[in-house]
């Protein structure tokens, strides 16, 4: 009797461990489903991550290429009108403004200021008088004097103080005041270029007399030798260097 009950109870037992077997069986069978589940929606959700880069990526890259297209309609039709407004202040007519702007636009390139501001440095001493011959040598000067800086809008305040120089015909105090704020030591360099002493300097500019020829000569030569330097540093930056190949670009697709 006890033998027969042992395998009453054996047989239950067992029972029993394959009904548990079969559950676990489920439930690891369950375990697998979820998990290849997850899977499937990471992949998605990678999918759809990759999905939204790729726009971005492509956005960006749509926008950029609209930037330079603009950046060279804008800068085509500023030298187009530079080219209008030259071609009535010079004495050569188009001819000499086209080859004006050409010599600009390799100043663009190869110096920390682009195009625009030249451009508009040149009108500004063209429109008072400065011939184009004379062009270019107060024009790198006006350059030089900005640089020091790096603040390319000075390089209009200059233009201006210059080219009043020249349509008055001679020095007088309030240009000099204006280039001194402009950030260049223009008294120190006529003092310099001019054998100026103490006592002319305190007689006032005025009364010095000094011809709109000899002044601009004189300041654009120490501007030289003062600062000159400070231009080609600047332009050989990697920074300036970047923006040259920029404007590089937009110059030739303009």
């Known amino acids: 009797l006890m033998f027969?009950?042992?395998?009453?109870?054996?047989?239950?037992?067992?029972?029993?461990l394959s009904?548990?077997?079969?559950d676990l069986a489920k439930r690891i069978?369950?375990?697998?489903?979820?998990?290849?589940?997850m899977q499937g929606y990471a992949r998605s959700t990678m999918n759809i991550f990759k999905g939204i880069v790729l726009s971005q990526a492509f956005y960006k890259g749509l926008n950029a290429i609209?930037?330079?297209?603009?950046?060279?309609?804008?800068?085509?039709?500023?030298?187009?009108?530079?080219?209008?407004?030259?071609?009535?202040?010079l004495v050569g007519g188009q001819e000499q403004a086209k080859a004006l702007?050409?010599?600009?636009?390799?100043?663009?390139?190869?110096?920390?200021?682009?195009?625009?501001n030249l451009t508009e440095?040149?009108?500004?001493?063209?429109?008072?008088?400065?011939?184009?011959?004379?062009?270019m040598y107060i024009m790198r000067a006006v350059e030089q004097s900005a640089a020091i800086s790096g603040d390319a809008s000075r390089m209009d305040r200059i233009s201006l103080a210059l080219g009043q120089i020249y349509t008055k015909g001679r020095l007088v105090g309030e240009e000099?005041?204006?280039?001194?704020?402009?950030?260049?030591?223009?008294?120190?360099?006529?003092?310099?270029?001019?054998?100026?002493t103490r006592e002319d300097l305190k007689k006032g500019w005025a009364a010095l007399s000094i011809d709109a020829n000899t002044a601009i000569n004189a300041i654009v030569r120490?501007?030289?030798?003062?600062?000159?330097?400070?231009?080609?540093?600047?332009?050989?930056?990697?920074?300036q260097k970047i923006n040259n190949m920029r404007e590089s670009f937009a110059l030739i697709t303009s």
Request: zero cysteines; hydrophobic letters at 40%; glycine letters at 6%.
């Open 4 to 16: 027969k009950k042992a395998t009453m109870e054996t047989t239950a037992y067992t029972a029993k």
């Open 19 to 22: 009904v548990y077997a079969k």
């Open 29 to 37: 069978e369950h375990a697998r489903n979820n998990m290849a589940g």
């Open 66 to 89: 609209k930037g330079v297209v603009r950046e060279a309609w804008d800068m085509s039709v500023m030298l187009n009108s530079s080219e209008a407004a030259f071609s009535g202040m």
């Open 101 to 116: 702007l050409e010599v600009l636009k390799q100043e663009a390139i190869n110096t920390p200021f682009d195009i625009k």
């Open 121 to 135: 440095a040149a009108r500004l001493l063209t429109a008072y008088g400065i011939q184009a011959e004379n062009l």
């Open 176 to 196: 000099v005041r204006q280039l001194t704020e402009a950030g260049i030591a223009v008294s120190e360099i006529l003092t310099e270029e001019l054998g100026l």
């Open 222 to 239: 120490g501007i030289d030798k003062r600062y000159g330097q400070a231009l080609d540093n600047m332009a050989k930056t990697t920074r």
